[in-house]
């Protein structure tokens, strides 16, 4: 065999190493550094094939939707290729018209946002994607240029299709365009396949029933996409909702590719990873398939799907179908991406095999599109002992250099681009990815984002040629992904201080120290995170009870007081008519909601010292305290627009192609973000701190347990910890997924007056000193 995978590998590398982006002379370990050699031409490689015309178009709307027509009469943009790739200019025009010039679309916009921010003081959001300007707004005369450090800036994850995109539609889509245009992201990726391997699965000869046991539900997709689930939520075939569904989420994805195009914004397309449907079989009994491994621990019926070895001429003869009419439906830029072990364990062991694999994939993109670049996520290789460093070579040097661009995934925690020595030359991304499963709870790692870049940059033959952020889910710690890409343009590190002072004043439109001290405050809290540890969002809130959960908190819980009461006191200064008090009233949504996570973990810990010391009393007074703190959690969640669970199961159904769907998709949208498969594999992954989820999900489990463990403490024994999981999987966990009960899509009540009566409650504790004890919670009981 392994004679046969050098035989194969030769092949293929004598037919690929043809093209290349004229790399040869900047051998990995020769004086001139790959990056600056790289960076500029493979953007210019990818860029799409728009013309100034129609990009400035989409700049000028962009700033139009942003500021309304009235005051975009007062902007002039230009987009230049003569200019440095991806680099802006602004100057004043005799007219006193401000003139933005680009490269392209969506550097005149990064442009645009700079003036917005830096000269206005006004700035975005993910939930405020509007700004208001006086009628008469002074237009300050500013003349400077800017030039990206990082040639390609990225955006997105595949799992961010599934955590946080799964129900939007395309008026959802323009505003996250809108939003991309302006923080100057240059490359993202469209994984929409499911209408074309419909097509290309029925022409082989699966029947409808092999099909639809093969896709998965609308909120799993993309692990059905990367081979780590099949079936899993998917419609029954007699619904026959799921072809419909798929034809329109493909008439969508073509919506979003060409927005972003008419941007600039180059666009990575699917590749064949070599997933395919366990019925294939039939199709092909003497092809060389092969079972991957279980993932998480799914069952059979929806775990896993077969592996075609990219060895096998089954693998050529779909890969260069699938992405033949990738390209036919969706046009091309050069790029594709494709992952074919991702959180899977390849079947072979072998620095032959793993070479041959990746040649054999690229020679499959390059049959289609002799351009092809690769693009690929560098997550397979974090924390997998499988990948020595043998095995990581053989697969990134058997393409032609240049030709690999991959994404380190998340390098302020876990880079690998140092393990790699650079990835061995091949180009790569700076990438933070900050969030898993779009849960909720502030976190971040400012100071590593801010030295991560330069380390990378500087580091010895760099290849590093992009930065980006890729998170799981979007909707949370707006100022995390805000600083990391001022962060990618730049090419120093920026001064958070001063950062975080001008990001007050442009978030409520108002100079005031109360606020500026709050986020400082932050800043030198929760947002300063460093280790090794995996922060999942699973705090004492969302986790399913027990008695042996270890609360985590890595900062001085009185900042985040001495924030949240800052804000308290800034809210006369923010006009009640301004849409920047909408974006107040939601970060003190989620400053109380933090410190409410806070006192739920401290309270955790006094609740297990009572058990442990098999004290009755003082747990059955801590355990109401706790349910109290959910009750006032619930309240203060009900009052914020963003943290509605109704917004997302209703958004569900409004997906839902019949009405016969609804019900499935609204199925889906609860059990992604509870037990996460049929039976809680991957359970509270995805948990989301949102009103409904607080009252008829999370506190029903505390109580439940609160109530065994007081029995348990009445009856001198011990807790039995392996009933309490049967029951509550069976009575609460499992039927939350199948219920259909309506939540409010609006908010209720006043935020500060909630907030106010909160922490008026809950402050004291942390406030008086009697209290605590090494920063935990010491509440006293009667």
């Not at 062991?349 to 599109?369: L, N």
């Not at 300063?528 to 705090?539: E, I, S």
């Not at 297990?608 to 109401?624: C, D, E, P, T």
Request: charged letters at 20%; hydrophobic letters at 40%; one cysteine or more.
């Amino acid at each position: 065999m392994v004679g046969a995978l050098n035989l194969s590998c030769i092949l293929i590398c004598l037919l690929i190493n043809h093209f290349d982006l004229g790399l040869a002379q900047y051998s990995y370990n020769g004086a001139i550094d790959v990056a600056d050699a790289l960076g500029p031409k493979l953007a210019g490689h990818v860029f799409p094939d728009v013309s100034p015309d129609v990009q400035e178009q989409a700049a000028r709307d962009v700033i139009k939707r942003v500021i309304g027509k009235k005051a975009s009469e007062s902007f002039e943009v230009e987009v230049n290729r003569l200019l440095d790739v991806r680099s802006f200019q602004i100057s004043m025009l005799d007219s006193g018209k401000i003139l933005i010039a680009g490269w392209d679309g969506t550097s005149v916009c990064k442009g645009f946002h700079q003036y917005l921010k830096y000269q206005l003081n006004k700035d975005v959001d993910w939930f405020k994607m509007t700004i208001e300007l006086p009628v008469n707004q002074h237009l300050p005369n500013v003349s400077m240029s800017s030039t990206s450090a990082s040639p390609i800036i990225y955006y997105q994850n595949v799992c961010t299709w599934g955590y946080s995109f799964a129900w939007w539609n395309f008026q959802q889509w323009r505003r996250n365009i809108d939003w991309m245009a302006l923080m100057g992201i240059s490359l993202t990726i469209a994984p929409i396949q499911e209408f074309i391997w419909q097509d290309i699965y029925t022409q082989l000869g699966l029947n409808l029933d092999e099909i639809e046991a093969h896709f998965a539900g609308p909120a799993f997709q993309p692990w059905q996409r990367m081979g780590n689930i099949r079936g899993w939520g998917g419609g029954s075939p007699n619904q026959g909702g799921g072809s419909e569904f798929r034809r329109l989420q493909y008439l969508l994805q073509q919506q979003i590719i060409q927005a972003q195009r008419e941007l600039g914004i180059s666009v990575a397309l699917p590749a064949f990873a070599g997933h395919v449907p366990r019925a294939l079989r039939r199709i092909f009994p003497q092809a060389n398939f092969t079972e991957t491994e279980r993932w998480n621990r799914f069952p059979n019926a929806y775990c896993c799907d077969l592996f075609v070895e990219p060895q096998e001429p089954l693998f050529r003869q779909l890969a260069t179908t699938f992405l033949r009419r990738v390209t036919q439906r969706y046009g091309s830029n050069h790029i594709f991406f494709c992952d074919p072990f991702n959180e899977l364990e390849p079947p072979v062991s072998q620095a032959d095999f793993m070479r041959s694999t990746a040649a054999a994939i690229y020679a499959s993109m390059r049959e289609v599109d002799p351009k092809a670049i690769w693009l690929l996520q560098g997550w397979m290789f974090v924390k997998n002992i499988f990948w020595t460093d043998e095995l990581i070579e053989a697969f990134l040097t058997a393409v032609p250099q240049g030709n690999l661009l991959v994404l380190d995934l998340q390098s302020e925690q876990f880079p690998q681009y140092q393990r790699t020595k650079s990835y061995y030359g091949q180009p790569f991304v700076w990438c933070m990815l900050h969030n898993f499963g779009g849960t909720l709870g502030m976190l971040g790692s400012v100071e590593l984002v801010n030295s991560g870049m330069d380390l990378a940059r500087q580091m010895p033959n760099s290849s590093m040629v992009g930065a980006g952020i890729t998170p799981e889910g979007i909707g949370q710690n707006y100022v995390m992904y805000s600083f990391a890409l001022e962060r990618g343009w730049s090419d120093r590190k920026l001064d958070s201080a001063g950062w975080f002072t001008h990001f007050a004043l442009t978030r409520y439109g108002v100079q005031d120290e109360r606020l500026n001290q709050a986020w400082q405050l932050l800043r030198t809290s929760v947002y300063t995170f460093h280790g090794l540890q995996k922060m999942r969002g699973k705090y004492t809130i969302t986790r399913r009870p027990a008695i042996n959960l270890s609360p985590f908190t890595w900062y001085n819980v009185t900042h985040v007081l001495e924030a949240w009461q800052l804000m308290l006191s800034a809210r006369s200064i923010i006009p009640l008519d301004d849409n920047r008090y909408d974006i107040y009233q939601h970060d003190l949504v989620d400053i109380t909601r933090q410190y409410l996570q806070i006192t739920a973990d401290q309270l955790y810990v006094n609740l297990n010292s009572s058990y442990r010391k098999r004290q009755l009393a003082r747990f059955v007074y801590l355990g109401n305290k706790l349910l109290e703190l959910l009750d006032d959690l619930e309240r203060i969640l009900g009052s914020g627009s963003n943290f509605l669970l109704g917004t997302w199961l209703e958004a569900a159904k409004l997906l839902a192609p019949t009405v016969e769907d609804q019900s499935n998709f609204e199925f889906n949208a609860r059990n992604q973000i509870t037990t996460w498969g049929p039976n809680g594999e991957i359970l509270d992954y995805a948990c989301k701190q949102w009103s409904g989820m607080i009252s008829d999900y999370y506190r029903p489990r505390w109580a439940r347990f609160l109530d065994d463990v007081t029995l348990a403490l009445q009856s001198n024994q011990p807790f039995n910890a392996s009933a309490y999981k049967q029951h509550v999987l069976k009575e609460i966990e499992k039927p939350f997924s199948k219920m259909n009960k309506q939540y409010p899509v609006r908010p209720s009540g006043d935020p500060w007056l909630i907030s106010q009566d909160i922490f008026e409650k809950w402050s004291k504790y942390t406030k008086d000193t009697k209290y605590l004890h090494n920063n935990r919670l010491q509440l006293p009981y009667k």
